[in-house]
C-alpha cells in the first residue's frame, strides 16, 4: 500500500475528524486490535483530536500530534503503523516467516504460504487459528520485533494444508515509504 | 507524542493511591501497558536486528559499534552470526550475503550522485522589479538542500516585517517570494546559514537582477 508513497504529491489533505466519527473509530480500533482501552487512551487521548490525512487511492492515515498512528483502505480494517505495532506488540495476532522470506518481505511482497509452515516460520496451533481476511503482525525468524503486518488471504488451518500461493497480504512493511514518515 | 503521557488527573490521583496502599477495594484504575522501547538505527531507521537487510550495513555496524558496544556483540559476535543462518542453507546464505553487499554498493553509487548533484546545485536570489521603485526577491533552489520552504518563508517574513510565501514560478518549481528589495539580506542570512536556512554553500548563491523594461534606474 505504502511502496510508493511521497507525502508532497500523495497527500490530498489534512482534516480534523469530528469527535463522533471519532467515537466510531475509536470502537472499531478497540473491537479490532487486542488493546485496552486505557493504552489507547494513553497514545491518543480523547483531547487530542485525531486528524484524517486523504492519501490517493482511498487509502486515510490517520493522525495524533501529526504521528501517524494507525491507516485505512475505503472502509476496511484500520492497520496500525509499524512503528505502533512495535510499541504494542500484542494487539495483533502474530505469524512468522522464515529467514529466507525476509529479504522478499522487506522488497514489499506478500507473503507465501511456504514461508509461513517451512522451519523457521510459525503458525498459530489449531486452537487458536486465525481466519481469512484478518489482521496479522508479521514476525520474522530469529528477529524480535515485527517487519511487517498484512491481512491473511486464507486461514491459518488453509494455509498448512494448501501450502502455496499467498498467504498473507502484506500492507505496509520495514522499509516502505511510510516508514520513514514520523509526522505527517 | 510529546503530550502523549498526559492524562487527565484524576486517573494519575487514582494511580498514586493504588501505588501507595497496594490494594483498592473497587475495581483498581487500570493503568496503561507502557510501550515497548524499541531501539532503531540511527543509520537505516530499521529496528538493529534488521540492519544487515538494510543497504548500510557496514555503516550501521561502526555506529552501533560506537554506540551501544555491548549490543554489537548481541547482533555480531561469532556466535550470533552462527545462530542467525539458522535453517537457512549454506547456499542460501551466502547468496544473501552477497546480494546484501551488492545493494550497499548500490545505495551508496546513489547517496553519492545525490550529493554530487546537491553540491552542483544553485540557489538564485533574484531581485525582480514590480514598480519603478518597488521590487519583490525571489528565492530558488532551496529545496535541493532540504530546506522546508514553508518554513524558511515564515522566518524570512518575520526577520524582514515583510510578506514572504511560497509560489510556482514559470517554470513550476517552487520558490520563496519576498516582499521589497531583501537580496544582499538574504544573501547574508544564507551566508551565516541562520535558522532553517543552513547548509547552503555560499558559493552556489548567486544573486541576479530581473528588470521589466530596458531603461530602469
Keep these: 500500500m505504502f511502496k510508493k508513497f511521497s507525502p508532497s504529491t500523495d497527500i490530498a489533505g489534512h482534516t480534523p475528524v469530528k469527535t463522533s466519527v471519532q467515537r466510531q473509530i475509536r470502537a472499531g480500533v478497540l473491537s479490532q486490535w487486542k488493546i485496552e482501552p486505557e493504552t489507547l487512551e494513553a497514545v491518543w487521548p480523547k483531547k487530542e483530536g485525531l486528524v484524517h490525512v486523504k492519501c490517493r487511492e482511498h487509502v486515510s492515515v490517520y493522525t495524533v500530534n501529526s504521528e501517524p498512528l494507525f491507516f485505512q483502505h475505503f472502509d476496511g480494517p484500520f492497520y496500525p503503523t509499524l512503528r505502533f505495532l512495535h510499541k504494542y506488540p500484542y494487539i495483533l495476532p502474530k505469524v512468522q516467516v522464515d529467514r529466507g522470506a525476509i529479504r522478499f518481505l522487506l522488497a514489499g511482497a506478500h507473503m507465501m504460504c511456504p514461508g509461513l509452515t517451512s522451519a523457521g516460520g510459525w503458525l498459530p496451533p489449531v486452537e487458536d487459528a486465525i481466519p481469512a481476511e484478518r489482521l496479522v503482525a508479521i514476525h520474522a525468524e530469529g528477529k524480535e520485533h515485527a517487519v511487517g503486518l498484512g491481512i491473511t488471504k486464507l486461514s491459518t488451518e488453509d494455509i498448512k494444508k494448501v501450502n502455496k500461493g499467498v498467504a498473507v497480504e502484506t500492507a505496509t512493511y520495514l522499509g516502505d515509504d511510510l516508514w520513514p514518515l514520523k509526522t505527517l | 507524542m510529546g503530550k502523549k503521557r498526559a492524562q487527565s488527573p484524576p486517573r494519575t490521583a487514582a494511580a498514586e493511591g493504588e501505588a501507595g496502599s497496594s490494594s483498592q477495594p473497587a475495581e483498581p484504575a487500570k493503568e496503561p501497558t507502557p510501550p515497548v522501547q524499541v531501539l532503531y538505527c540511527q543509520v537505516c531507521s530499521f529496528p538493529l536486528e534488521y540492519c544487515e537487510f538494510g543497504s548500510s550495513l557496514t555503516r550501521c555496524k561502526e555506529w552501533l559499534k560506537e554506540e551501544h558496544p555491548d549490543l554489537y556483540d548481541k547482533f555480531y559476535s561469532e556466535e550470533a552470526l552462527q545462530a542467525k543462518i539458522g535453517t537457512l542453507s549454506l547456499e542460501a546464505q551466502t547468496k544473501l550475503e552477497k546480494d546484501t553487499a551488492k545493494k550497499e554498493a548500490k545505495a551508496e553509487a546513489k547517496a553519492d550522485a545525490a550529493l554530487k548533484k546537491k553540491m552542483a ?82 558559493a552556489n548563491v548567486d544573486i541576479v537582477e530581473d528588470k521589466k523594461k530596458k531603461a530602469t534606474e
Excluded at chain 2, 515564515?154 to 514572504?164: D, E, M, V
Excluded at chain 2, 544573501?187 to 532553517?196: A, D
Design chain 2, 121 to 202: 546545485s544553485q540557489v538564485t536570489i533574484k531581485r525582480i522589479e514590480r514598480t519603478k521603485r518597488k521590487h519583490v526577491t525571489a528565492i530558488h533552489g532551496l529545496e535541493a538542500f532540504s530546506i522546508d520552504l514553508k518554513k524558511a518563508a515564515k522566518q524570512l517574513a518575520g526577520r524582514f516585517a515583510t510578506g514572504a510565501s511560497v509560489t510556482k514560478n514559470a517554470q513550476g518549481l517552487d520558490e520563496i517570494v519576498v516582499q521589497g528589495d531583501v537580496a544582499d539580506e538574504v544573501y547574508e542570512i544564507l551566508e551565516k546559514g541562520e535558522g532553517v536556512l543552513k547548509g547552503v554553500p555560499i
